[in-house]
């Protein structure tokens, strides 16, 4: 389904990016993962996904400062020699009440969700442009179609990849780029694992199909709009939440 084509996964070595990282390479892609600061993670899954027989290459660095994407795009063509694919899927959490949330709070959010995205964006659609083809993904959040208390600035920076996922794919589409976003629920991840029975038992109250999401949900949905089965898909948001949004 991808074979022969390049990825750029950011946030690739653990959680959702680990998961759509082992889809794309399972489906014959190449791949270069993008992290900020765990080495053991990262080598442990680039060791792991070698037997897909595909290559993994990895870039530890923080997608919120603006050089970095100029570093992974350079990269990836050293080893690749073209990029097909951008998953945009780094992301942080700050969450506090609005009343307790600090300048510096909000802007390391924005800074790394939406910013970090655009850097990737711009970096990589320079080259897309003169291919004249590439998908790019963004990750978005079911937070920031619907708000959630204590997560002003996530969901200020999710709702904004969302703008900008429509954005460009009007800017890019004649150029044979398409952008597409999905906008996860709660997925099985470090960041749910802490919640207690009962918290988890609200949530599936919530959710429409009764259980938290999986993060191979996302990665399935990553690989629909990465390849060519969603050719004539583009400037659109998959809401991959059980029906939680509806």
Do not use: H, W
């Not at 990750?139 to 996530?154: A, E, R, T």
């Amino acid at each position: 389904m991808l074979n022969e084509k390049s990825a750029i996964i950011t946030g690739g070595v653990r959680g959702i990016g680990k998961a759509i990282a082992e889809e794309f390479c399972k489906n014959g892609a190449n791949v270069l993962l993008c992290y900020r600061s765990n080495e053991e993670a990262a080598k442990q899954t680039a060791e792991e996904l070698k037997k897909y027989g595909t290559k993994v290459e990895l870039l530890k660095g923080d997608v919120a400062e603006p050089n970095f994407a100029a570093q992974a795009v350079q990269k990836a063509k050293e080893e690749f020699g073209r990029i097909d694919i951008l998953v945009n899927n780094a992301g942080i959490t700050k969450d506090k009440l609005l009343i307790k949330m600090s300048e510096e709070d909000f802007d390391s959010v924005v800074d790394t969700n939406l910013k970090g995205s655009f850097y990737f964006l711009k970096a990589v659609s320079a080259v897309m442009i003169k291919q004249k083809s590439g998908s790019i993904v963004n990750l978005s959040s079911i937070v920031g179609v619907k708000g959630n208390p204590g997560q002003v600035n996530y969901s200020a920076s999710k709702a904004g990849v969302l703008g900008m996922t429509m954005s460009a794919a009007k800017e890019l589409g004649r150029r044979g780029i398409r952008v597409n976003a999905i906008a996860p629920g709660y997925i099985a991840t470090d960041m749910t694992g802490i919640l207690t029975e009962e918290q988890t038992a609200k949530m599936n109250e919530a959710i429409s199909l009764g259980r938290i999401g999986a993060v191979e949900d996302i990665a399935k949905t990553a690989l629909f709009l990465a390849s060519d089965m969603s050719s004539y898909i583009t400037g659109q948001t998959i809401c991959v939440d059980g029906g939680m949004s509806m």
